[in-house]
């Protein structure tokens, strides 16, 4: 299956994103995110990529102290204030989806019924700007399964599969095989898993491919399995210590080498 490739824009040292597009899309790459959020940087951005035939395909969330919308008080305003403003940026500039995250650490509050009420919340405005959802894995399967099931109805609520978090967090855990034919998009990077009795250390290293352990070859079965057309989308950064010694260049070079690799598996 033909899938497009992409990275997350912000990968570089020391460029702007905006420069960042051109080295993408020298290096092969069709497709983008970016963690900025904010219409002054989204807006050029997305004008830009449609100059270059580049996709802008969605903004990441902030996931700073996401962890207060489960919680009493007023903690959860500033989390209300940055979803709605990554929402508006992706309307506002065409872009169909925001990825977020549910909650933070291997201790986070439980599910309740306030936390699913600023979801609703969420999920609710997010419709009417005509903006997808896409919940990404993370640590605790059951938190982020409760969120799909909830909106299992609704066409604007999807996942976020993240093979990185699969093999650190829940690698007992095939993700493909949880939500299927919901998943929308992907985070592509590698570590070398976890012992299973750690949950203390965070073993999510956002390697490029095959500087760690994951499977690529099972992962590629099961986008093909459940019929996955949508893009390819690393999620790496030249700041690891890793690539540091690599120019901007060789190190796109060698992001785009290691994503074609993956696609034709």
Not at 58 to 70: G, K, Q, S, V
Not at 161 to 172: S, V
Request: with cysteine.
């Amino acid at each position: 299956m033909n899938r497009k490739l992409g990275i997350n824009i912000d990968c570089l040292i020391g460029v702007d994103e905006l420069d960042a597009l051109d080295l993408a899309k020298a290096a092969g790459f069709e497709t983008f995110f970016t963690n900025s959020y904010t219409n002054d940087i989204v807006a050029p951005l997305k004008k830009k990529a449609d100059a270059l035939g580049l996709t802008f395909e969605f903004i990441h969330a902030p996931y700073r102290n996401i962890n207060e919308l489960w919680k009493d008080g007023t903690g959860y305003l500033e989390v209300m204030e940055y979803m709605k403003e990554s929402i508006d940026s992706a309307a506002d500039n065409g872009i169909g989806m925001v990825i977020t995250h549910v909650s933070s650490g291997w201790n986070p509050p439980p599910v309740n019924d306030l936390g699913l009420s600023r979801y609703d919340e969420f999920v609710r405005y997010a419709k009417e700007r005509g903006v997808i959802l896409a919940f990404e894995n993370l640590r605790l399967l059951g938190n982020l399964a409760c969120l799909v099931d909830r909106y299992e109805k609704e066409d604007n609520v999807f996942y976020c599969f993240d093979c990185g978090h699969e093999h650190c967090y829940t690698k007992t855990i095939t993700m493909m095989d949880v939500f299927t034919t919901r998943v929308c998009c992907t985070h592509i990077h590698d570590n070398h898993g976890r012992p299973f009795d750690d949950k203390v250390n965070d073993h999510d290293e956002h390697l490029l491919p095959f500087d760690g352990n994951y499977n690529y070859e099972k992962m590629m079965r099961k986008l093909d399995e459940y019929n996955y057309t949508g893009s390819l989308m690393l999620e790496v950064s030249q700041k690891n210590a890793n690539y540091r010694n690599l120019s901007r260049e060789e190190f796109l070079a060698t992001c785009y080498e290691r994503i074609k690799k993956i696609s034709q598996m």
